[in-house]
């Protein structure tokens, strides 16, 4: 089974500062769906970026941006400009691109942002 | 805001009574999945539902049952309630197209549910 990591469990950022989340996965597949979904207190899960790992460019959605890196299979996402609003649970989600209609999720990175 | 309905919010139970959880997908998908959320963890996939049929399932055991009803909607049903079964469960609508995977999965708010 595909395992993903999240090796941050906590970040903090100052408002209107960049921040970086880190994401690993192990997959044997060449072709899946990557995701980074925002889980805010209120609960529910928000679809942030997708990325597609058959493109090699990195999905950028305004101020959220990811670096993508097939063959290290990490999945990092930039979140520029920060804003109060960004503070939230944080997961990164792993799809296979075949039949497979599981997603695997990280364990998540809590993300503060200071004022 | 997806368009992706759960109820009830949240919902108190005591240590082997039964539970019906209900989902309402998104407006034009066709596919819903349930997973189960403990408190500090990430979603864990229960099962998978399309064309009102189980498609994929994860490691749960069989008291984890579902429905899905001709509109798309659906049910979880979990018997025999264990005190480990308290977490939040989110249902997530998609679109899958005939012969293809899933698409982009859309979450509800979630249940809380408690064990007692």
């Known amino acids: 089974a595909q395992t993903v990591t999240q090796s941050q469990p906590e970040m903090s950022v100052q408002e209107a500062e960049t921040v970086t989340l880190s994401c690993t996965y192990d997959t044997s597949e060449s072709d899946y769906y990557l995701f980074w979904y925002k889980q805010p207190p209120s609960r529910q899960m928000i679809l942030v970026i997708r990325q597609e790992a058959y493109k090699q460019q990195n999905a950028t959605e305004n101020r959220f941006s990811v670096n993508f890196q097939k063959a290290a299979k990490s999945f990092s996402l930039k979140i520029s400009d920060s804003q109060l609003g960004d503070a939230a649970m944080y997961f990164c989600a792993y799809r296979s691109a075949g039949t497979g209609n599981q997603f695997y999720f990280g364990t998540g990175t809590s993300l503060t942002v200071i004022p | 805001e997806t368009g992706v309905t759960q109820s009830p919010t949240h919902l108190i139970k005591t240590r082997g009574q039964q539970v019906t959880l209900r989902c309402s997908s998104q407006s034009g998908h066709n596919t819903v999945s349930w997973y189960q959320q403990a408190l500090g963890q990430g979603p864990q996939f229960i099962f998978q539902y399309y064309r009102e049929e189980e498609n994929g399932r994860g490691n749960f055991p069989p008291r984890f049952s579902g429905l899905q009803f001709p509109n798309y909607s659906s049910e979880l049903n979990v018997n025999a309630l264990e005190l480990d079964d308290s977490a939040l469960y989110l249902c997530?609508?998609?679109?899958?197209?005939?012969?293809?995977?899933?698409?982009?999965?859309?979450f509800g708010p979630g249940t809380r549910l408690t064990v007692l």
């Open positions: 997530a609508s998609s679109l899958r197209l005939a012969g293809g995977p899933t698409d982009t999965q859309y």
